[in-house]
C-alpha cells in the first residue's frame, strides 16, 4: 500500500520560510514524478509544483515562482518543498501527490498557516 | 492558463439516484481527471484520461466526453458518494482544477 506522509506545516510569520517534507513508502519511488498541491481552507485545490523521477525536470505554478522550489532525494523516499518569502494567501493544506498529473496516491496534508 | 468551469457548484440527489456533474474547459484538452474530497480527507481520483477508471474505483463512477466539455456520472449514489467532486486538466501547465460541485443528499 502506497503511504505518503507530510510533515513541516505550521505558523509563520508573512516572509518569513518553512521547508515542507513527504517521506514516501509502498513504492519505487524513483519510477514516479511527485507533485505538491494545496487547498485553502474551505477552498478549492491549486497544483504548486511538480518533478520528475530524477529531479531534473521541475514545474512551479507562477503565484510561487521565484518563491517555493520542489526538490527530492531518491535515497531517503522523500520530496520537499520549500516555501521562502511566504505570504498570507500561501495558507493553505499542503498535500503531497504522486504522480505528474492526475494524482493517483496523495498524503493526509500539512497545514501551513501564515500570519503576523 | 486553462480554466476550468464545473456545473452545478450543489447537486441535491437521494440515494440511489444518478447524479450527473459537469466540467468545461476554456480550450480542447488532451487530459482530464476527477476526483472526490470526502469533509476531512484528501482527494481522491476516480477517473483519467477523460474516462478511465482509477484503481479500485467501483464501476458506478463513469467519466465521458471530449475537448472542451466533459461529464462524470455516478449511476446509483452510495452514503459514501456524498462529497465534493472536482474536475482537474494536465493538458497545459499549470495544471488547474475546477472550484468543485458539492453532491448532497436529498
Known amino acids: 500500500e502506497v503511504q505518503l506522509v507530510e510533515s513541516g506545516g505550521g505558523l509563520v510569520q508573512p516572509g518569513g520560510s518553512l521547508r515542507l517534507s513527504c517521506v514516501a513508502s509502498g513504492l519505487r519511488f524513483d519510477y514516479y514524478w511527485m507533485s505538491w498541491v494545496r487547498q485553502p481552507p474551505g477552498k478549492g485545490l491549486e497544483w504548486v509544483a511538480n518533478?520528475?523521477?530524477?529531479?531534473?525536470?521541475?514545474n512551479h505554478v507562477d503565484s510561487v515562482k521565484g518563491r517555493f522550489t520542489i526538490s527530492r532525494d531518491n535515497a531517503k523516499n522523500s520530496v520537499y518543498l520549500q516555501m521562502n518569502s511566504l505570504r498570507v494567501e500561501d495558507t493553505a493544506v499542503y498535500y503531497c501527490?504522486?504522480?505528474?498529473?492526475?494524482?493517483?496516491?496523495w498524503g493526509q496534508g500539512t497545514l501551513v498557516i501564515v500570519s503576523s | 492558463e486553462i480554466v476550468m468551469t464545473q456545473s452545478p457548484a450543489t447537486l441535491s440527489v437521494s440515494p440511489g439516484e444518478r447524479a450527473t456533474l459537469s466540467c468545461r474547459a476554456s480550450?480542447?484538452?488532451?487530459?482530464l481527471a476527477w476526483y472526490q474530497q470526502s469533509p476531512g480527507q484528501a482527494p481522491r481520483l476516480l477517473i483519467y484520461g477523460a474516462s478511465a477508471r482509477a484503481s479500485g474505483i467501483p464501476a458506478r463512477f463513469s467519466g465521458s466526453g471530449s475537448g472542451t466539455d466533459f461529464t462524470l456520472t455516478i449511476s446509483s449514489l452510495q452514503s459514501e458518494d456524498f462529497a465534493v467532486y472536482y474536475c482537474?486538466?494536465?493538458?497545459?501547465?499549470?495544471?488547474?482544477f475546477g472550484q468543485g460541485t458539492k453532491v448532497e443528499i436529498k
Open positions: 480550450q480542447n484538452l488532451g487530459g
Open positions: 482537474q486538466q494536465y493538458d497545459n501547465w499549470p495544471w488547474t
Open positions: 501527490a504522486r504522480d505528474k498529473a492526475a494524482a493517483g496516491a
Open positions: 518533478i520528475n523521477e530524477d529531479g531534473s525536470e521541475k
